[in-house]
């Protein structure tokens, strides 16, 4: 029996509080019918659980870098980063993402992408182009693991019914088409990383 403790995942984080937003690179799938499915297979089967956040198709999403609150930066400067960003993307190859069956940290349930080598190589040349703009770039360089969530944690408890129904679950791996990188305004007022679109940058095709 696993002995792994689940955790509140929506603890407000430094900065945050209701109503504050966030600009932030995603990765986003909101045309991926097929990842879509296997989110609706994995939801199903967690649904009954107590403590768990699902996680809509319109709200999956893989993290890439914040920029920084939206009442602490000028418009005119993400623009910028947003017109670096398409120069440096345009040479950063469009890539497929294998997500296969999600594994459970202390506050979500969650693919691990694969491989991790091209999100790593588009977060990189998201980071040159903040740098392009700005003589620092926000958060480290160092410790990036392209997941995709499929659920949060809401409460503290024990993770052994996750992994029962997780197992439980007949499901073949998924492979979507990534070819852009999409800045966004975030916000997590409801249990939920919900976000407003702000500007979409192609990779290379």
Not at 21 to 36: E, I, K, N, P, S
Not at 98 to 125: K, Y
Not at 185 to 205: A, I, Q
Request: glycine share 6%; aromatic share 10%; no cysteine.
């Amino acid at each position: 029996m696993s002995q792994q403790r689940m955790a509140d995942h929506w603890w407000w984080r430094p900065g945050w509080s209701v109503g504050r937003r966030f600009y932030t690179w995603h990765l986003t799938f909101q045309h991926a019918g097929d990842v879509h499915q296997l989110a609706e297979t994995y939801r199903r089967a967690l649904a009954g659980l107590p403590g768990l956040d699902l996680i809509p198709d319109r709200w999956l999403h893989l993290t890439m870098q914040g920029i920084g609150f939206t009442d602490e930066i000028p418009e005119d400067e993400v623009r910028a980063i947003v017109h670096a960003a398409r120069e440096r993307l345009a040479e950063v190859p469009a890539f497929d993402l294998t997500l296969d069956r999600p594994g459970i940290t202390s506050e979500a349930i969650r693919w691990e992408a694969q491989p991790q080598e091209p999100a790593a190589a588009v977060r990189a040349a998201i980071r040159r182009a903040i740098a392009d703009v700005w003589p620092t770039v926000p958060e480290p360089e160092d410790g990036f693991a392209a997941h995709v969530s499929i659920a949060y944690s809401n409460a503290e408890g024990p993770a052994q019914p996750i992994a029962d129904a997780l197992a439980r679950v007949e499901a073949a791996p998924v492979t979507t088409r990534v070819e852009t990188a999409e800045l966004i305004v975030l916000g997590r007022d409801n249990r939920m990383y919900e976000w407003e679109p702000f500007g979409s940058v192609s990779l290379k095709s």
